[in-house]
């Protein structure tokens, strides 16, 4: 397999929103996958920076780096990092988090967190090749639904 490119997607094609139709469910099989119009907001938002992977021409992954100003600075954080099934162990997520963690450091963000299932074993394993540390802390979440 060739070597992954990463490139900061700019605008919403038919092929973006074909790829992401296609990856999001190996991520989630809960939430459906995003409509042009939320791809729209998340590639015109001065807050978010959607990433994708291609080899040979096909997006392969994809990662969202959200950055957000806070009194004690300027952080990011990566979400919904996903690799097709196709193309895991070729270097595709560590490609997209390698682009992710530049693009954080050039907007001088402080710190670049992100979560990962425990059962996630490959993608725990390449966090901390890339030098992700586990934080000792709590996460919570509120789902004003429940």
Known sequence: ???PTVEIATEVTPELVAAMTHLLPQLSRSAPPPTEAALAEIVGSPATLLFVARVEDRIV???TLALFRIPTGLRAWIEDVVVDDEARGAGVG???NR???AAAAERGAR????TSRPSR????RLYQRLGFVQRDTHVYRYEPDR
């Open 1 to 3: 397999m060739a070597e």
């Open 61 to 63: 992954g994809s990662l």
């Open 99 to 101: 682009a992710a963690l």
């Open 94 to 96: 560590a490609a997209l």
């Open 121 to 124: 074993e490959a993608a725990n």
């Open 111 to 114: 710190t670049v967190d992100l």
